[in-house]
């Protein structure tokens, strides 16, 4: 089994590294949340600092009135070997060792301010601090602001509920070891730590508490009833402690001759000589180490499985916005094709029917297009006063003869020429559909979202090469209309001719009416323009059919084969720096995927120390 040395370190070793990474818990479930640490908590004045400096050894705290404390202190003790040399290291300087404790206490004091200024704000980013002594037991405690009931002059009124919700922040966590400081001159049933201990953590498994100030409680009374328990009893003894008096503090009275003195208290007092083996800084901080090892042990597998699923989740999160690129020009160019494809992929799948969108082209086809042509104003251009006037025009000095083929021309023309708008209209349609699912698969493709330079160079490619379809698409439909004008169905008018006049006229009648010398009756121009709208009437049949084959032709299918050749064409022929300014990355992505690949090596590292120390 590892030693406590081990065990206690391996902790201290992740807790600084979870720092660095600016995980320090109120974050979710934390890894730096499931490491097991000792808060201690007490109110202001409760004598809290000499605790801690009593189980240290050394005089190194920051010491004034009001709130002293105003950012978390983790403190991580490291036993050395007897007659090696003291010294403390801070995480924020890890380069530098301070030897003289008086610097530390200085330390401790800017890098505070360095983060709250000089006001007497709090925050919750911790300070960690490293001791190396042969003085001191391997342990890890967390020293938190004083718990307080008033704000003083420079501090806010909501001070005293930030405190506390800092400090519940920390102990309401079911890894937490709570040492509840408390002066033994004031009422245990008012002690700030032990109510908060209480509400927190109301069987008293995970408290400790601890009595200061034995020697300065009133003559003829003393803390028994609270140091063994029938004040009010905890899952583990309480502790006294006797600190330093304000004089030997302003004497700069040595710790160690601190220490000695607490034992020869308790050894000689007659209230508790008895508890003497078990009173003093020097054991507490014995019975917190072998306890905080023992609580270690049993949340190995726990934090193991947690560091497990984080590991599972970092490269989740790193295969979703992507590992970094290569550097060299082959490997840049096969991304940058690899991506395009993705896109490809994606925008046809549009098309095909495997995302929505390309029913919309249908819907061109099938409702647009019918009702434009619906709208198409026959009915004005082959009215009796304008059939009539065309006729007319194209005569000119000569009456026609027998039949005004002219004039059909010209009325046959100018109703087609109408057809050129419908188609038009069809082509810049589906161009706007395309173009509209052209930034949907963008949007839609999740590799692209990484690389906002090449994002934008694809949709500007395929943007352009949608243009140039719109372009032939138009000039095709265009083409389709010229072709009916060019070449009229001679047959639609011979069997006109064939079947005579309408309305179930007699022959006789309508050998009168060709016979008529009066050729420019109602009746006749009548029939001219009905003529012309039937034969209208089958262009429009036909170009209903032929412009969606050639607007899906030229424009959806061009799209589907050849999108992005022209692009790729330009892609070959870059430069190596050019490509990887093409693979420009978001900036905020680049240092996202950072974070995620420094917390992935944090939690990969924590679980081989782990699995190379905890069972060994």
Same mark, same amino acid.
């Given at each position: 089994?590892?030693?406590?040395?081990?065990?206690?370190?391996?902790?201290?070793?992740?807790?600084?590294?979870?720092?660095?990474?600016?995980?320090?818990?109120?974050?979710?479930?934390?890894?730096?949340?499931?490491?097991?640490?000792?808060?201690?908590?007490?109110?202001?004045?409760?004598?809290?600092?000499?605790?801690?400096?009593?189980?240290?050894?050394?005089?190194?705290?920051?010491?004034?009135?009001?709130?002293?404390?105003?950012?978390?202190?983790?403190?991580?003790?490291?036993?050395?070997?007897?007659?090696?040399?003291?010294?403390?290291?801070?995480?924020?300087?890890?380069?530098?060792?301070?030897?003289?404790?008086?610097?530390?206490?200085?330390?401790?004091?800017?890098?505070?301010?360095?983060?709250?200024?000089?006001?007497?704000?709090?925050?919750?980013?911790?300070?960690?601090?490293?001791?190396?002594?042969?003085?001191?037991?391997?342990?890890?405690?967390?020293?938190?602001?004083?718990?307080?009931?008033?704000?003083?002059?420079?501090?806010?009124?909501?001070?005293?509920?930030?405190?506390?919700?800092?400090?519940?922040?920390?102990?309401?966590?079911?890894?937490?070891?709570?040492?509840?400081?408390?002066?033994?001159?004031?009422?245990?049933?008012?002690?700030?730590?032990?109510?908060?201990?209480?509400?927190?953590?109301?069987?008293?498994?995970?408290?400790?508490?601890?009595?200061?100030?034995?020697?300065?409680?009133?003559?003829?009374?003393?803390?028994?009833?609270?140091?063994?328990?029938?004040?009010?009893?905890?899952?583990?003894?309480?502790?006294?402690?006797?600190?330093?008096?304000?004089?030997?503090?302003?004497?700069?009275?040595?710790?160690?001759?601190?220490?000695?003195?607490?034992?020869?208290?308790?050894?000689?007092?007659?209230?508790?000589?008895?508890?003497?083996?078990?009173?003093?800084?020097?054991?507490?901080?014995?019975?917190?180490?072998?306890?905080?090892?023992?609580?270690?042990?049993?949340?190995?597998?726990?934090?193991?499985?947690?560091?497990?699923?984080?590991?599972?989740?970092?490269?989740?999160?790193?295969?979703?916005?992507?590992?970094?690129?290569?550097?060299?020009?082959?490997?840049?160019?096969?991304?940058?094709?690899?991506?395009?494809?993705?896109?490809?992929?994606?925008? *046809?799948? !549009? @098309?095909? %029917?495997?995302?929505?969108?390309?029913?919309?082209?249908?819907?061109?086809? &099938?409702?647009?297009? =019918?009702?434009?042509?619906?709208?198409?104003?026959?009915?004005?251009?082959?009215?009796?006063?304008?059939?009539?006037?065309?006729?007319?025009?194209?005569?000119?000095?000569?009456?026609?003869?027998?039949?005004?083929?002219?004039?059909?021309?010209?009325?046959?023309?100018?109703?087609?020429?109408?057809?050129?708008?419908?188609?038009?209209?069809?082509?810049?349609?589906?161009?706007?559909?395309?173009?509209?699912?052209?930034?949907?698969?963008?949007?839609?493709?999740?590799?692209?979202?990484?690389?906002?330079?090449?994002?934008?160079?694809?949709?500007?490619?395929?943007?352009?090469?949608?243009?140039?379809?719109?372009?032939?698409?138009?000039?095709?439909?265009?083409?389709?209309?010229?072709?009916?004008?060019?070449?009229?169905?001679?047959?639609?008018?011979? *069997?006109? !001719? @064939?079947? %005579?006049?309408?309305?179930?006229?007699?022959?006789?009648?309508?050998?009168? &009416?060709?016979?008529? =010398?009066?050729?420019?009756?109602?009746?006749?121009?009548?029939?001219?323009?009905?003529?012309?709208?039937?034969?209208?009437?089958?262009?429009?049949?036909?170009?209903?059919?032929?412009?969606?084959?050639?607007?899906?032709?030229?424009?959806?299918?061009?799209?589907?084969?050849?999108?992005?050749?022209?692009?790729?064409?330009?892609?070959?022929?870059?430069?190596?720096?050019?490509?990887?300014?093409?693979?420009?990355?978001?900036?905020?992505?680049?240092?996202?995927?950072?974070?995620?690949?420094?917390?992935?090596?944090?939690?990969?590292?924590?679980?081989?120390?782990?699995?190379?120390?905890?069972?060994?």
């Amino acid at each position: 089994m590892a030693t406590m040395q081990s065990l206690i370190g391996l902790i201290n070793k992740i807790q600084r590294a979870c720092t660095v990474l600016g995980d320090h818990g109120g974050e979710g479930m934390s890894l730096w949340e499931a490491l097991p640490s000792v808060a201690v908590v007490g109110g202001q004045s409760s004598g809290k600092s000499s605790v801690l400096e009593s189980v240290v050894g050394r005089d190194f705290l920051p010491r004034g009135s009001g709130i002293v404390t105003r950012r978390p202190l983790v403190l991580q003790l490291h036993k050395t070997e007897d007659g090696q040399p003291e010294y403390a290291e801070f995480l924020h300087a890890p380069r530098k060792r301070f030897s003289d404790f008086a610097s530390v206490r200085k330390e401790i004091q800017d890098e505070t301010d360095r983060i709250t200024g000089k006001s007497k704000a709090i925050s919750n980013v911790p300070i960690h601090l490293s001791i190396y002594s042969p003085n001191v037991v391997n342990l890890t405690l967390i020293d938190l602001p004083g718990l307080t009931k008033v704000a003083v002059e420079g501090q806010p009124e909501s001070i005293v509920r930030d405190i506390e919700d800092m400090v519940r922040s920390y102990v309401e966590k079911p890894n937490c070891i709570i040492l509840a400081i408390s002066p033994a001159n004031q009422d245990i049933a008012t002690s700030d730590a032990i109510k908060l201990a209480r509400e927190v953590d109301p069987s008293g498994e995970r408290t400790f508490g601890v009595v200061t100030k034995l020697d300065l409680m009133d003559q003829g009374t003393n803390a028994l009833d609270v140091l063994e328990g029938r004040s009010y009893r905890l899952q583990h003894p309480w502790v006294g402690i006797v600190n330093r008096s304000q004089a030997d503090i302003n004497k700069n009275v040595d710790m160690m001759y601190a220490r000695r003195k607490e034992r020869e208290y308790f050894e000689t007092s007659p209230e508790y000589g008895h508890l003497a083996s078990k009173m003093g800084s020097e054991y507490l901080a014995k019975l917190l180490s072998q306890h905080l090892e023992l609580v270690i042990r049993q949340k190995i597998p726990s934090i193991i499985a947690l560091i497990n699923k984080n590991i599972d989740d970092l490269n989740a999160e790193l295969d979703r916005i992507g590992r970094p690129i290569a550097v060299d020009s082959g490997a840049q160019l096969y991304t940058i094709l690899e991506l395009c494809r993705a896109f490809d992929r994606v925008f *046809k799948e !549009h @098309l095909d %029917g495997g995302r929505p969108g390309g029913d919309r082209i249908y819907g061109v086809f &099938d409702h647009q297009l =019918p009702a434009a042509l619906k709208k198409l104003p026959f009915d004005r251009h082959l009215s009796l006063k304008n059939v009539q006037k065309v006729v007319s025009e194209a005569d000119g000095y000569q009456p026609h003869l027998i039949a005004p083929e002219q004039g059909y021309r010209r009325l046959i023309d100018g109703s087609i020429s109408y057809f050129k708008g419908p188609a038009e209209a069809s082509v810049d349609a589906v161009h706007f559909i395309l173009k509209e699912l052209v930034r949907k698969s963008i949007a839609e493709t999740e590799e692209l979202k990484r690389f906002p330079t090449l994002t934008s160079d694809i949709a500007a490619a395929a943007n352009e090469a949608l243009e140039k379809f719109r372009d032939e698409s138009r000039r095709t439909v265009l083409r389709l209309v010229d072709m009916e004008s060019s070449y009229l169905t001679v047959e639609f008018f011979r *069997k006109i !001719h @064939l079947e %005579g006049p309408p309305n179930n006229a007699t022959d006789k009648n309508a050998k009168h &009416d060709v016979s008529n =010398p009066d050729r420019y009756s109602d009746n006749h121009f009548r029939r001219i323009g009905s003529n012309v709208n039937a034969y209208i009437g089958m262009v429009c049949d036909t170009l209903k059919n032929s412009i969606p084959k050639a607007v899906v032709y030229c424009q959806v299918r061009e799209a589907k084969r050849s999108l992005l050749n022209f692009f790729y064409t330009q892609v070959g022929r870059k430069e190596k720096e050019k490509l990887g300014a093409m693979l420009d990355e978001d900036p905020q992505l680049m240092e996202r995927r950072a974070q995620l690949a420094k917390r992935l090596e944090l939690y990969k590292t924590a679980r081989d120390d782990i699995d190379s120390v905890a069972w060994k």
